[in-house]
């Protein structure tokens, strides 16, 4: 019923930046926000960046200053650019939304399948 299609990983220097795009698409009503979470490996899930409808914007301590969430979620997309990247942030980077699919009244919360971010020299 929704898909997340992220793009935009890939291999960068340490300072280096990247910018990942997600898109939503399929049988959505509205959403609420939108955002990016990561996972190293042998590390649990956690939030990097997120965004609502209204622009609220919310920030890891580990990635304030050096990325930015963006785009717009009334357009059911959303970008996040990272600058100053270190090997600290290599990780898997998943694309969530959370949102209403049509004939239901509820918010549930959907994960792209993730993009590969390695940061290394």
């Known amino acids: 019923q929704v898909q997340l299609v992220e793009s935009g990983g890939g291999l960068v220097q340490p300072g280096g930046s990247l910018t990942l795009s997600c898109a939503a698409s399929?049988?959505?009503?509205?959403?609420?926000?939108m955002g990016w979470y990561r996972q190293a490996p042998g590390k649990e899930r956690e939030l990097v960046a997120t965004?609502?409808?209204?622009?609220?914007?919310n920030y890891a301590d580990s990635v304030k200053g050096r990325f930015t969430v963006s785009g717009g979620v009334a357009k059911n997309t959303v970008f996040l650019r990272m600058s100053s990247l270190k090997p600290e942030d290599t990780a898997v980077y998943l694309c969530?939304?959370?949102?209403?699919?049509?004939?239901?009244?509820?918010?549930?919360?959907?994960w792209g399948q993730g993009t590969q971010v390695t940061v290394s020299s």
């Open positions: 399929g049988r959505i009503f509205a959403i609420d926000a």
């Open positions: 965004m609502t409808g209204s622009g609220h914007t």
């Open positions: 969530n939304a959370r949102l209403v699919v049509y004939d239901t009244s509820s918010y549930s919360s959907y």
